[in-house]
């Protein structure tokens, strides 16, 4: 059950196209990740949270839906071949930050997922303190393609921070 007081704040958000809001309201602020930013990195990742695998040009490209059986058969397959895919809601690219998910209690899994990825995220960004562009940069990359991300996220996040209020 999600506390009362964040019931409001997750309607909007869900009305925005948060697929987890509470989840990402919660894993955000444990990691320090503002709301906003938070929310924009979902929507550019996976519409809002879409729980889906990648569409890098390596293995599970485009395989739809992330089920434990789809997600066991291409970590079976990224140890077996080194080559890692998007999954998830956050995107996890590294099979660290993938293994990590798991830990917590599956890469496949929407929440563990979010969790793995706000904490990287919040790592990524107080590694650029006073800078968020840079912080979510890093969080897609680097160079110019991941400074267009951060440029574009940064922009859906002044949506979003309309929004929360």
Known sequence: MHPPFLLPLTLRLRRAGIVHPFWTIRYARAHAVPLADACAVLMLETGGGANEF???????????PVTKAKYLAYRAARNRTGECQGVGPMQLTSAAWQDYADRLGGCWHPLWNIAAGMALLG??????????????AAYNGSGPQADLYATHALAVADHFATIIG
């Not at 990648?54 to 739809?64: L, Y």
């Not at 107080?126 to 979510?136: S, V």
Request: hydrophobic share 40%.
């Open 123 to 136: 790592i990524d960004i107080a590694r650029h303190p006073g800078n968020l562009h840079a912080g979510i």
């Open 54 to 64: 990648g569409h890098d040009p390596t293995i599970f490209a485009g395989a739809g």
